[in-house]
């Protein structure tokens, strides 16, 4: 006797959260039975194995039908097939976008091209997350990519509005999205100790400052690609530390009013030119696409690296980062104030998110 | 009556993708009805085309309007070649066609294709002006109401009853026309599905012309069903119970104008207002029928059992116009012997009603379930307009079944269904119900006069009533056991009581139901045309006979005394016969306590084989008491004592076997003729009837907190919560051809069901306590090595804590019950009933509407608190439940405090329903419910819409890549259901009630990775109100008249 066909359908199509969560971890029926049968759910419920077989395959059968609507969440709202409560809609997609943090840091930053779904099977291996569920990830982020790629206005609004992601959702994936527009490297070893919630941070406070749409919501902006012209004239901030007169001053500036405050106040000192100069050159290269790709290399390079090598307390880096971008405004000779708040006010908030072990 | 149907297109959303290159479509929509089409125009290049169509008008008879279906066409707009069909939506639009129901059906609907499955929705909205005609021999029957609930729907009254009404039209199959060879598979199906369609309206159409000329206004209990007969036709047939109803809001009801209904109706000024004879001519009670009856040899419970052994020898040919005509059954004697036939008016031949619940005082006594089966040769419809050949044999069937009646002593059949098993060119055709005798106050004049006659006021009938034989004891036709009721000691009871209805609302029930099923194959050679069916009709007997030990087997394991619902379905495969039968069993306290089973060994002087008997009968003997405890049967013992009357003969009959079972020598002696005795004997006799011991054993009761049962509702269970899960599930498995034998088939098929079973409990887990209502399994046997059991059900919530949430419904019965429930009060054996009550009894016969007099459900009331619920918890529990929700009427019908207190409660009832209840549920848009039932827990319907019959072919020939058999019946049953819910949302519904699905052919062809699956449903669409909304209303104008009973309410639970 083999069972050929073994439907379930109900009006309301239910749901079992625990064996959605199984097909979203990419198992196959028998290892999701497994999984179940180790839950000890056969003896809570008197249930047999065969009976757990039957309605993991009814619903498998289900969430497949399911995901084609799930790729346009609001295809899921007004389709009639499936009769499903509203807060069970939210669910499916909520948990359908929802992605591993490891796997994020993966390919956060990378080309969400076909080249790089050949790599999956390496994220895979490295990760242990089923290649499966790696596969349903990262095409999320490209179907999310190719949504609201063109489309105008807030980057997080449209996500929501075209994929009824809730808020912390919708703007993890604003940075995705930011990231894999920007290119932004992520993935140097020097980068491994940041983890995607520091990146989704700085991509937050670049979108706000640093794009189109930061300057006039009413543009033809989007809030994916950073402003070009603001990029462009970062170069002005060159003479900062170009010109002597204005660094030794700076620094007197910041030494005057940090001394005595500062822990590291010495290693400070002596060190404030080589920090400065990286600061502001990281804003000089930014108009080439290349240096915008390694900004947090060369962050992590140029600034957090030589303070932690100095044990600098977290404090410190904030009073110093604090009394570094305020110091400029009292520097006469410097036209560029407006220019350099949009610069640093964006960089400390990132800096210092950076700043940890 | 012709009409202008208007229709307009709005809108679509989420339409395919068909032009390729631009990832977009040029979607235009041609609108057919009849012979005459509309176009839109094509809307360019987009998937939500919004056409926003002119109105596009047909002017159309009305016999039309009830045949054709309106048909929506989806197109494709190609310049080059011919344009591509979406899919397509066909709208039945009868329900337009009377006042009463929807007045525009307006939505989006789900567009189908037969091979693509639903492929985006479309906005239509259609509306019909209908011209008043008062032509006499009009075609049409506009304005007739159907419903498919088996019961006078909630909110309407029952003026009269008049009966059976049955049709049935035939055509060709258009699968199985010689142009199907050269169209495309899409083409034949949208033929079928629109020829179907095209069927039923007819078929509908005729009915009501039948029901007008019965004079009444509706059919209710609607059955239509198909018979695929291959190359011999397609049959669509429908039985049904006609009747006059009134809307219970309407306060017309209450005058006796005669124009009363016509002003309800105001396009149908044929239907004629009740004849109100009827009403002056019943004023007294009935009851049983002494004198000489027919004898006849019957069981109780199954009087097919006998007829199929004397039967038996009969089965041959007939003459006639067929082939071969083969019976199972003798066309029966009786007529020519005991009987006159033609007691009853010739204008309605069978005495037939399609319904399983009554209004109360309806139903006076039940006989036990009559059924008839005949195996036939199928043929070629030669005529399609003369459908004789296939009327004949239903004819032959009907008249089988009323004769069976007859002889139980009874004038009617109630809970009367037909059915059709189809293998190749051999057809079993099946009807079935029970045999009644019922109250001919609802009854048109002539119907059952002449039995009345004969009937003696003795009694009133009492909630034990129905329970009472109608045969004459003293004659007593065949050997069954009766003892005194044990309710009200009076009348004669038989000892187990099958019936095909529901249990009555006013029946007394010790403990909980439980699903009973008796399943078991047979297998039959292969063979031809005559011989075929010859070999069909000698095995049927013995399968009847099989099924019904089984089912009695069972009930005594349970510890019941009464089966409800019961349908026994026999299906016919090219190697086997499959028969299963469901049904609640139910513990009546009317009834005797059953006896146990008793195990009985061939072979004596065996020391391990006589271990091994009573081995097995500590085992039984075990299950017996733990599902005694499991249903909570504990029969109140001390009632015999209380009425002082002789301790009934079954119990020292079953202590006689007890004590013989000791010596196997004596245990052969015993009769094993069912009727005689209680203590049920097995003979172990060969490995067979081990297997048959164990099997029945094997059946494992469904987890804690679950309960099932195939009859609306539960009996033992009334405080249901408002959620509700309908569901369908199939399951089709591949018999090993190699072993087959009868037993290994009975564990196949045994095995199948149980774990359908569990796999539904373990789904379902979630709703616990729940209890799985109207489980319908139906069979099929789709090829040589498959099986497939479809099951429907609906799973409802109960509140464990018997809280105070008394639902609509109940209230509502309440109502009914209204005026049996003070006669049950008298009846009830506690000294709570005492004196003050019975001094003013109620007489059945009276209006039922006056019956529900405040001033004696108050008292009734206000005495439950003196009840002590230990020692009697089972009966009280429910009946503090009545009593509880009589507080809640009492209350309800206070609340218009203008009207009198006797007409307080239907009319109260109905105003303040008009009064509060707001249009549409706003608060649940979207959402359809289904249920199989005819009411919706927590819930009050407030109107319904119309009928909803669909018919839905689904063919693919991209099996594996659609998942699977598996994967493609999933997606289609989910279609159904979605199209189902469109319907019902674009009448203006939010859930449809007497949900079923009739039909669900599988076929399928793995190898050339092709499927095709047929399904028909139908049920009623209606508008429900929830409760809470309800209750809000009715708490804000407390008065002093209510506030007693409403405080009562809640002492009391």
Known sequence: MTSELDIFVGNTTLIDEDVYRLWLDGYSVTDAVALRVRSGILEQTGATAAVLQSDTMDHYRTFHMLERLLHAPPKLLHQLIFQIPPSRQALLIERYYAFDEAFVREVLGKKLSKGTKKDLDDISTKTGITLKSCRRQFDNFKRVFKVVEEMRGSLVDNIQQHFLLSDRLARDYAAIVFFANNRFETGKKKLQYLSFGDFAFCAELMIQNWTLGAVDSQMDDMDMDLDKEFLQDLKELKVLVADKDLLDLHKSLVCTALRGKLGVFSEMEANFKNLSRGLVNVAAKLTHNKDVRDLFVDLVEKFVEPCRSDHWPLSDVRFFLNQYSASVHSLDGFRHQTLWDRYMGTLRGCLLRLYHD | ?1053
């Open chain 2, 1 to 1053: 009556m012709p009409g202008k149907l208007k229709v307009k297109i709005v809108a679509g959303r989420h339409l395919p993708v068909m032009d390729r290159a631009s990832d977009l479509t040029d979607a235009f929509v041609e609108v057919k009805f009849g012979n005459t089409t509309f176009k839109t125009d094509v809307y360019l290049k987009s998937l939500n085309p919004q056409w926003n169509s002119e109105w596009f008008k047909f002017e159309v008879d009305d016999e039309d309007l009830q045949d054709e279906p309106l048909q929506i066409t989806v197109l494709d707009h190609d310049t080059y070649s011919a344009n591509d069909a979406i899919g397509k939506v066909y709208i039945d639009i009868d329900p337009l066609l009377y006042s009463e129901a929807a007045t525009v059906i307006s939505g989006w609907f789900p567009i189908y294709d037969t091979i693509h499955g639903i492929r985006g929705e479309i906005n239509v909205v259609v509306k019909v002006d209908l011209f008043n005609d008062l032509n006499r021999f009009r075609q049409s029957s506009c304005g007739v109401k159907f419903f498919c609930t088996t019961s006078i729907p909630k909110c309407y009254r029952a003026v009269i009853i008049h009966g059976f009404v049955e049709e049935l039209v035939v055509n060709e199959d258009p699968e199985y026309q010689w142009i199907d060879r050269i169209r495309t598979p899409r083409a034949s199906n949208e033929a079928r599905q629109r020829l179907i369609s095209l069927m039923s309206g007819e078929l509908q159409r005729k009915i009501g012309l039948k029901v007008l000329e019965m004079r009444g206004n509706a059919v209710v209990g609607y059955l239509q069903c198909f018979d695929l007969e291959g190359e011999s036709g397609l049959v669509v047939r429908a039985i049904g119970t006609a009747c006059t109803l009134d809307k219970l809001s309407s306060p017309a009801a209450f005058l006796p104008a005669c124009n009363s209904p016509s002003k309800e109706m105001k396009e149908s000024p044929l239907v004629h207002p009740p004849s109100h004879g009827c009403r002056s001519t019943h004023n007294s009670p009935i009851h049983t029928a002494t004198g000489s009856r027919l004898t006849q040899n019957f069981s109780v419970s199954v009087p097919t059992l006998i007829y199929t052994g004397m039967g038996s020898g009969s089965a041959g040919k007939e003459g006639g116009p067929f082939k071969a005509l083969l019976r199972q059954q003798t066309q029966s004697a009786l007529e020519q012997r005991g009987g006159s036939p033609h007691r009853f008016c010739r204008r309605r031949e069978f005495p037939f009603f399609t319904l399983t619940a009554f209004p109360p005082g309806f139903l006076v006594h039940v006989g036990g379930v009559v059924s008839a089966r005949s195996v036939k040769l199928l043929d070629r419809i030669h005529n399609p307009d003369e459908p004789e050949t296939r009327d004949a044999w239903w004819a032959e069937i009907r008249q089988e079944i009323k004769s069976h009646a007859k002889a139980l002593g009874c004038h009617a059949v109630v809970g009367y269904s037909e059915s059709t098993s189809i293998c190749e060119e051999v057809c079993i055709l099946s009807a079935s119900g029970t045999a009644a005798v019922l109250n001919p106050r609802f009854l048109q004049d002539g119907t059952v006069e002449g039995c009345l006659e004969q009937r003696l006021e003795e009694n009133l009938p009492t909630r034990c009533g129905f329970c009472h034989i109608p045969y004459d004891e003293l004659n007593m036709p065949f050997p069954a056991h009766l003892t005194y009721c044990y309710n009200c000691r009076k009348q004669k009871v038989p000892d187990v009581l099958f019936t095909t209805i529901d249990l009555p609302t006013d029946a007394t029930v010790i403990g909980k139901g439980c699903l009973i099923q008796a399943r078991l194959c047979r297998l039959k050679k292969k063979a031809q045309a005559e011989a075929n069916a010859t070999a069909i009709s000698n095995l049927l007997p013995f399968m009847e006979y099989e099924v019904h030990t089984q089912l009695m087997n069972k009930l005594k394991l349970k510890g019941m005394n009464a089966l409800f619902g019961l349908r026994i379905q026999i299906t016919v495969g090219e190697n086997m016969l499959m028969g299963l039968a469901s049904a609640t069993g139910v513990y009546l306290a009317a009834l005797p306590t059953p006896g146990g089973i008793q195990i009985a060994g061939k072979t004596p002087n065996d020391g391990s084989y006589e271990q091994h008997i009573s081995h097995m009968q500590k085992k039984i003997n075990d299950t017996i008491a733990k599902n005694k405890e499991l249903y909570e049967i504990s029969p109140p013992e001390i009632s015999e004592e209380i009425i002082g009357s002789p301790i009934p003969e079954p119990r020292q009959r079953s202590r006689l076997l007890r004590s013989q079972s000791e010596s196997s020598d004596e245990v052969t002696e015993l009769d094993l003729s069912h009727g005689k005795k209680d203590a049920f004997v097995l003979e172990i006799d060969d490995t067979d009837a081990m297997e048959d011991v164990h099997s029945l054993l094997t059946d494992v009761p469904p987890p804690s907190g679950f309960y099932s049962c195939n009859t609306e509702i539960m009996p033992g269970i009334n405080n249901w919560t408002s959620e509700i899960q309908m569901f369908t599930s199939v399951r089709v498995i591949r018999l090993s051809s190699l072993n087959l034998t009868n037993q290994a088939l009975n564990k196949n098929f045994n095995d199948l069901c149980e774990n359908l079973l569990k796999s539904l409990y373990f789904k379902l887990r979630s709703m616990i306590p729940c209890c799985l209502c109207h489980v319908n399994f139906t069979v099929s046997l789709p090829e040589d090595e498959l099986i497939q059991v479809t099951v429907t059900a609906v799973a409802i919530t109960f509140d464990k804590n018997q809280a105070l949430q008394t639902t609509k419904t109940h209230v509502e019965k309440s109502l009914q019950r209204a005026s049996t429930d003070n006669e049950e009060l008298l009846q009830f054996p506690l000294e709570l009933c005492s004196d003050s009550l019975s001094s003013h009894p109620l007489p059945p016969a009276k209006e039922h509407l006056e019956s529900a007099s405040s001033n004696s459900g108050i008292p009734a009331a206000q005495r439950a608190t003196s009840v002590d619920y230990s020692s009697f918890a089972d009966r009280c529990s429910s009946w503090i439940e009545l009593i509880k929700l009589k507080a809640q009427t009492i209350r309800r019908g206070s609340i218009k405090t203008t009207v009198t207190v006797e007409k307080a409660s239907p009319v109260g009832d109905g105003n303040f329903r008009n009064r509060s209840a707001p249009p549409c549920a706003n608060s649940t848009v979207g959402v359809v419910k289904m249920t199989p039932l005819s009411f919706i827990p927590g819930a009050k319907i407030t109107k319904y819409l119309g009928i909803i019959n669909m018919f839905f072919i689904r063919e693919t020939t991209s099996l594996r890549e659609e998942g699977g058999v598996s994967g493609f019946l999933h997606a289609f049953i989910a279609e159904v259901f979605a199209m189902v819910r469109a319907h019902v949302a674009a009448l203006g519904g939010n859930a449809v009630v007497s949900y079923i699905m009739k039909q669900c052919v599988f076929m399928e062809n793995p190898n050339k990775n092709q499927a095709q699956c047929l399904i028909n449903v139908s049920g009623d669409a209606v508008v429900f109100v929830r409760e809470s909304d309800l209750e809000v209303v009715s708490t804000q104008q407390p008065t002093a008249n209510c506030q007693s009973s409403c405080t009562e309410g809640e002492v009391t639970t």
